[in-house]
């Protein structure tokens, strides 16, 4: 049927030309944080914890795709539909959570930077900053078109875990079967483990970035089809991902000793037995998706605050035409890198930290985000159907329990003395 | 002077200074003024009250004291533009900045006319400043607010250069607003602000601007964008604006949509540019054919200085950007290049052939892109003609055609 291969065509190339956005967002998320909590997970509880991916897949898609939903019917961003919904004041509080929570992840990944090229016996003196003027660099002088291609090839360097994973001859039938079985043992550290994993997967910057990029890339309510499925794909692969991470680390570590490990870099350490490419891998991995983290979460960060505020933004303005937006970028950067170089610096005390930051806004954000997809006014016939605002509120309310339960712990982790 | 940041919780006292209520909102009604505040919307007991502007006495940071107190009950008022409700937190475009700005407060000025005291618009607050009044609303004391906020800059747009946006058309003739302040600007600035807007306001503003202006400022918009523009608009203002764009840019354009869309656009159009348009909808995109247009100045072989000059007479719009003159025989076979220049050295009995540049540089419709970038860069050309099979003229690619090939990569 060439008509029907004709439209099978079409639809290929409004998928390639709504493609981005979500993939990218949904990589990032696998940063150095979500690596460690995979890994750790892993390390610690085997194939356990492989029945999480399913229902965080779930949640991801459902929040990731309500803001894509946004981005293409209004053409605006998160962070400027909060503002001229609810106000100032409101928008102001959000924004400067939001820039606190986004440096303290920011600092987790200039610290897997660091602790991935240790691996290969770099100093962090010289690869930090020189991470961090590699990033300045890539956003500011790059334009938007090379640096988004640039970052969807970063991407297939997540690759490396898939084959990582393969490397360390794992018991795949066991993690076929724990993948769809669900095992809730009432042991606290457990349950922590569990909320980590779910935690880590939606973070505030996330739904902010995801939309501003949909904005950016042009996407129209014509395109929201081919766009759900962009949404759906990258969540999917962000689960593979963090599949195999947890099955290298089950298989290379739990499989030998269960133990704790300290952070991600220990994980690629203990990948050593399986051979120097399944280490290699690993770490190079990581520094991938430290470096790309670090890449979009200042620019993302500063996007958000000055589109809600008003303030003049974009890189392909001049550094006297955004000057905010220049000096909020560069900031962040100064400081998420200098704080790794800042010798005995509580670093675990401020990942805990940072979760708690995260698991404090990101209700607020996704009741923003299901209050304005449902005002007719704004998404026209694009509101959530019955079914989906359960499932929307339902993740909501799952989501908000589970950050908050993990905020909880944190903060008793950072009065333990982390 | 006045801010809305203290003018929204002014307390209003009636004639015996006993207190009514608090503003709530002011309103302006631009078919009766554009500058002055019409109305204040004051809250008090269960409903808002209206309180027209020549129903108060004074107006200070210490109350709104009225002259008139048979006030009438609010009711929503399709005239009226709210200052709180339509303004804090918008969009506005800054026709003067060139930029699209938010809305974070409003600045009056307070006069002391005989009838009463009158508030008028006078600007529109950006900036830090206007952030740090808006955090502190009602948290300070106004005065305070005013001494604190000293040490930051202001930063604000004049009244007159705002430009607000409303997608409804019904309620943007209700509240006369004009697109004035848009056309006047330079198109590729208005594109770049276009850019920045929501997918409904591009649709409003290129629904009601001049034809004109709006196809010289789609012909600076992205692509991708473009396409969805034109998609938005009714057929008949689209094919409208595609009318007015140069052939092939216009082809261009069309050649972004879908057949479906593009097809129903060139039959809404008039017949003259529809037919060349539709010839260059017939090259492929990344050919010389598909970079040309078809808007060039062509003289028999025998013309000379005086018979160019009288064809450009004829064709004065083409001269803001006209460079090059073509010289064609009687079969239309392309035989010579004059630059434009030589034309004012030379008497007007002279040949244009003792013009034309020694060497005849041309190149094929269906030449690949790339190669006829390569010549523009080789031959250092502002213009080359472009030929078909039978050396027949059939468009010419300028050197803007090719800087926007070149950005695009």
């Known amino acids: ?11 290929l190339a409004i998928f390639f030309g709504v493609f981005g ?27 356990l914890p492989l029945w999480t991916l399913l229902p965080i897949t779930i949640l991801l898609i459902v929040s990731q795709e309500m803001c894509s939903r946004m981005g293409a019917v209004t053409g605006k961003g998160l962070s400027d539909l909060i503002r001229e919904e609810f106000g100032l004041r409101i928008t102001f509080g959000v924004m400067v959570v939001l820039v606190l929570a986004n440096l303290t992840n920011l600092i987790a990944d200039f610290a897997g930077i660091a602790s991935s090229l240790e691996l290969f016996h770099l100093s962090r003196y010289i690869t930090v900053p020189l991470g961090a003027v590699t990033v300045w660099l890539l956003v500011v002088k790059g334009s938007y078109r090379s640096v988004e291609k640039i970052f969807l090839f970063a991407c297939i360097v997540y690759i ?8 360390v001859r794992p018991n795949w039938k066991l993690a076929m079967v724990d993948s769809v079985r669900p095992v809730l043992i009432f042991d606290g550290e457990y349950i922590t483990m569990v909320i980590a994993m779910v935690g880590t997967s939606i973070a505030p910057w996330m739904q902010f970035y995801q939309q501003s990029a949909v904005v950016e890339k042009g996407v129209t309510a014509k395109e929201i089809g081919e766009s759900r499925i962009e949404v759906i794909f990258s969540c999917i692969m962000t689960s593979v991902i963090a599949f195999f991470i947890v099955v290298a680390c089950a298989g290379a570590i739990y499989s030998v000793k269960p133990r704790d490990i300290q952070d991600a870099a220990e994980a690629a350490q203990g990948l050593r037995p399986f051979g120097q490419y399944a280490t290699l891998l690993f770490a190079v991995g990581l520094f991938n998706a430290s470096l790309f983290a670090a890449c979009i979460l ?41 704080v790794i170089l800042t010798p005995n610096f509580p670093l675990v005390k401020m990942i805990l930290f940072s979760q708690v930051i995260n698991g404090v ?58 | 002077m006045l801010f809305l940041t203290e003018l929204l919780g002014l307390k209003v006292f009636d004639l015996k200074g006993r207190r009514i209520g608090v503003v709530k909102d002011a309103a302006l009604v631009p078919l009766v003024d554009p500058v002055r505040i019409d109305r204040y919307l004051v809250g008090g007991g269960w409903t808002w009250l209206t309180v027209r502007h020549d129903q108060i006495r004074s107006i200070s940071l210490d109350g709104i004291h009225l002259r008139d107190e048979n006030l009438t009950p609010y009711h929503a008022d399709e005239y009226m533009l709210r200052m709180a409700r339509d303004l804090l937190d918008q969009q506005v475009i800054d026709a003067q900045g060139r930029k699209v700005v938010r809305v974070n407060d409003l600045t ?26 808006r955090l502190m609303q009602g948290v300070l004391p106004p005065r305070w607010i ?38 006047e600007m330079h198109p590729a600035d208005l594109a770049d602000i276009v850019e920045e807007l929501s997918h409904e306001d591009r649709e409003a503003i290129f629904e009601n601007i001049d034809s004109e202006v709006a196809a010289d400022t789609l012909t600076e918009i992205e692509p991708g964008i473009q396409a969805s523009i034109l998609e938005s608009l009714e057929t008949e203002k689209a094919a409208d604006i595609v009318e007015e764009m140069a052939p092939d840019e216009a082809a261009d354009v069309l050649a972004g949509l879908e057949e479906e869309t593009s097809a129903e656009i060139l039959q809404e159009m008039e017949h003259a540019p529809k037919s060349e348009v539709r010839e260059l909808l017939e090259f492929d995109e990344d050919t010389a054919g598909g970079m040309m247009n078809t808007e060039y100045v062509a003289l028999p072989n025998d013309a000379t200085v005086a018979d160019a000059m009288r064809v450009l007479k004829d064709h004065e719009e083409l001269l803001e950007t006209l460079n090059t003159l073509f010289l064609i025989d009687a079969e239309e076979r392309l035989t010579g290049v004059v630059p434009l220049a030589r034309l004012f050295l030379h008497g007007g009995a002279t040949p244009l052939t003792t013009l034309a540049t020694d060497t005849l540089i041309d190149t094929l419709v269906d030449e690949q892109q790339d190669r006829v970038t390569e010549l523009f860069d080789k031959y250092n050309l502002l213009a080359l003609p472009v030929v078909d099979q039978n050396r027949k003229l059939a468009g010419v690619i300028t050197a803007d055609d090719i800087i926007s090939v070149l950005r695009q990569k």
């Open chain 1, 21 to 47: 956005p979500g993939f990218i967002t949904a990589m990032v998320d696998n940063d150095a944080g979500g690596i460690y909590t995979y890994s750790q997970a892993g390390a610690r509880w085997g194939y």
């Open chain 1, 1 to 11: 049927m060439p008509s029907a291969l004709k439209r099978y065509r079409v639809h």
């Open chain 1, 298 to 338: 200042p620019l993302s960060t500063s996007y958000s605050v000055c589109e809600g505020l008003g303030f003049e933004s974009g890189v392909n303005k001049k550094f006297r035409e955004a000057p905010i937006f220049y000096w909020l970028f560069t900031l962040l950067i100064v400081v998420g890198a200098g």
């Open chain 1, 361 to 418: 806004l990101l209700p607020f954000v996704l009741i923003f985000m299901t209050l304005l997809i449902n005002k007719r006014s704004l998404m026209k016939e694009w509101t959530n159907s019955r079914f989906y605002n359960v499932v929307a509120w339902g993740s909501v309310a799952l989501m908000i329990g589970l950050t908050l339960a993990l905020a909880a712990i944190s903060i008793q982790d950072i009065r333990r003395g982390g």
């Open chain 1, 160 to 167: 490396a875990y898939i084959i990582s994973g393969i490397l």
């Open chain 2, 146 to 183: 005013r001494r604190l906020q000293g040490p930051i800059g202001p930063n604000s747009i004049r009244w007159e250069f705002c430009n607000i946006l409303e997608p409804d058309p019904q309620r943007r003739l209700r509240l006369n607003m004009s697109n004035r302040l848009l056309e």
């Open chain 2, 108 to 133: 009056f000025e307070i006069l002391h006319e005989p009838a009463g005291d009158v508030l008028w618009v006078l600007d529109v607050d950006i900036g830090l400043r206007s952030i740090f009044r």
